[in-house]
């Protein structure tokens, strides 16, 4: 309990800290906002790498958009803290994750087969965010949500860090959600800190313009003749694209799993791949096209509502202006 009024004690302190671009903190970085133009996924993308953990962002920091100049956020970072002598993993998760039942989410983590690991290894104490279940989640779809990762590990990590002993969850239920991916390392997100911001493009992006080019024919060659073998990747690869911030390729891939032929692609993953098409066109200011493909997708699907939870003002105001 005296954990937990800690960290809240710690989160207060980083909202007030002084005004400016980027100051590093215990728990993670304070960034300062300058323009009212600047996202959370902007914000995201140049700390992280990652736009699609601005939802993160969100979550955290509950400001709304668009952001107003002079606004604090805080960049959520997981440290590696040493296990001190004679400390045994459930005093180590008391003291730095709240709950001493954590013990058995970083035996996980770290794959140890010892209680007593040896003093001086380095363990993760990764900041975590609150969630509400809503109507129709589950613990996979929460667990896609904030780590595009719904394996039997991830789901493991999950139910223990939050001690339950299924992954049955139920509309109210509030769970921790540990970052404890390598995304938000202190040390990563430190360096990036120190970088201007919107100068830094996510790695994904820098690989994409280092490789090479195929010429026509080898692209030709190599192009498979059924683009769409699965349709649920063929969405979650868009998907990554998308939020990796590779919106024209993201576009261009959605067009071409619309397209392909002569396999048909189920309704929810061509509803799927038109939201994702128009996100991409709005964040490419492409908002009369992206007007377009939304009536598209209303009219494959009237019913289907945007996540106001998850999808950002400038994209809702698009989706309303479609209607």
């Given amino acids: 309990m005296?954990?937990?009024?800690?960290?809240?004690?710690?989160?207060?302190?980083?909202?007030?800290?002084?005004?400016?671009?980027?100051?590093?903190?215990?728990?993670?970085?304070?960034?300062?906002?300058?323009?009212?133009?600047?996202?959370?996924?902007?914000?995201?993308?140049?700390?992280y790498g990652k736009g699609y953990l601005g939802h993160?962002?969100?979550?955290?920091?509950?400001?709304?958009?668009?952001?107003?100049?002079?606004?604090?956020?805080?960049?959520?970072?997981?440290?590696?803290?040493?296990?001190?002598?004679?400390?045994?993993?459930?005093a180590f998760a008391k003291k730095h994750l709240g709950?001493?039942?954590?013990?058995?989410?970083?035996?996980?983590?770290?794959?140890?087969?010892?209680?007593?690991?040896?003093?001086?290894?380095?363990?993760?104490?990764?900041?975590?965010l609150r969630h509400v279940v809503r109507p129709g989640e589950s613990l996979p779809s929460i667990a896609r949500t904030y780590y595009r990762d719904a394996s039997r590990r991830r789901l493991l990590l999950l139910r223990l860090y939050n001690n339950r002993p299924d992954a049955r969850v139920r509309v109210g239920d509030v769970l921790r959600i540990p970052l404890d991916t390598p995304a938000f390392a202190h040390s990563a997100v430190q360096r990036r800190s120190k970088q201007t911001f919107g100068q830094s493009p996510p790695p994904v992006a820098v690989a994409a313009r280092a490789a090479p080019k195929p010429s026509r024919a080898r692209a030709k060659k190599s192009a498979p003749s059924s683009p769409i073998s699965n349709p649920l990747q063929e969405a979650e690869v868009a998907e990554r694209l998308y939020a990796d911030g590779r919106f024209a390729q993201c576009l261009r891939y959605t067009k071409q799993a619309l397209e392909a032929q002569p396999v048909r692609l189920p309704k929810a993953t061509q509803v799927e791949l038109l939201r994702l098409a128009a996100a991409s066109l709005v964040a490419l200011d492409r908002v009369a096209e992206a007007e377009t493909t939304f009536v598209q997708l209303k009219k494959l699907d009237p019913k289907y509502e945007l996540d106001l939870y998850q999808t950002s003002p400038k994209i809702l105001d698009v989706f309303d202006s479609a209607r």
Avoid: C
């Avoid at 004690?9 to 304070?30: I, K, T």
């Fill in 99 to 128: 709950k001493a039942h954590r013990a058995a989410y970083l035996e996980a983590l770290h794959f140890l087969k010892s209680k007593r690991p040896r003093p001086g290894k380095a363990l993760q104490t990764p900041t975590s």
């Fill in 2 to 47: 005296r954990a937990e009024w800690l960290s809240v004690v710690v989160v207060g302190l980083l909202v007030m800290a002084p005004a400016q671009a980027s100051a590093r903190s215990g728990r993670g970085v304070v960034h300062r906002v300058k323009k009212s133009s600047e996202t959370y996924e902007q914000v995201a993308l140049h700390y």
């Fill in 56 to 90: 993160h962002l969100r979550v955290l920091n509950r400001h709304p958009e668009p952001l107003s100049p002079g606004r604090t956020l805080i960049i959520p970072t997981s440290r590696q803290v040493p296990l001190s002598a004679g400390q045994d993993l459930e």
